[in-house]
């Protein structure tokens, strides 16, 4: 019986994380596919194949950030981008997507930079990722501090905390390996295998 048991949970561990990685692609392609694919359907009817939304969304992006560098749409779209960002409220949201956007695939990448901090009044550690180095645009008294972000385990919530540089200790890890190791609550450790107590 404990044989069959064993077999049971091994096939859990094994099946488990295989099917909600490819729920998780499947949806994922859905919703990419959806964007443009929902506006093409009545003109394709039966030739429509999925994946077609997709293929023109890439397509359409490639061939934007291609005119973003010519000198009449780029100055069109930079005038957007002014008006977008000077609009009451759009500008909030506005600012927060292209800033998020920006710090995930711009050339100064956030979250490149695994950061080790103290919990103040104890020798506890925590993990998290350097978002911003210079904070004296943001605010004056705060330009000898880092913002540091925290992920929550189990969760993308997290917190920002800013924390003087002298008491940020940065760290010789992968952030993907770091973010693994918040995210399952440290039960894996940097090569991927379960952590032992």
Known sequence: MKSVLKNFINGILTIVPIILV??????????????????????????????????????LITILGWLSTRFITGSIIKLIDRLLDKTPFVKTVYSVIKDTVHSFLGEKKSFSKVALVTIPGTNMKSLGFITTENLKAFHEPLSEHVAVYVPQTFQVAGFTFLIPKTEVEIIDVKPEDAMKFILSGGMTSSNGQKTVN
């Open 22 to 59: 490819i729920y998780v692609i499947y949806k994922t392609f859905m919703f990419l596919d959806s964007l443009l694919g929902n506006v093409l359907k009545p003109y394709l009817q039966e030739r429509y194949i999925p994946g077609i939304g997709l293929l023109t969304t890439l397509v």
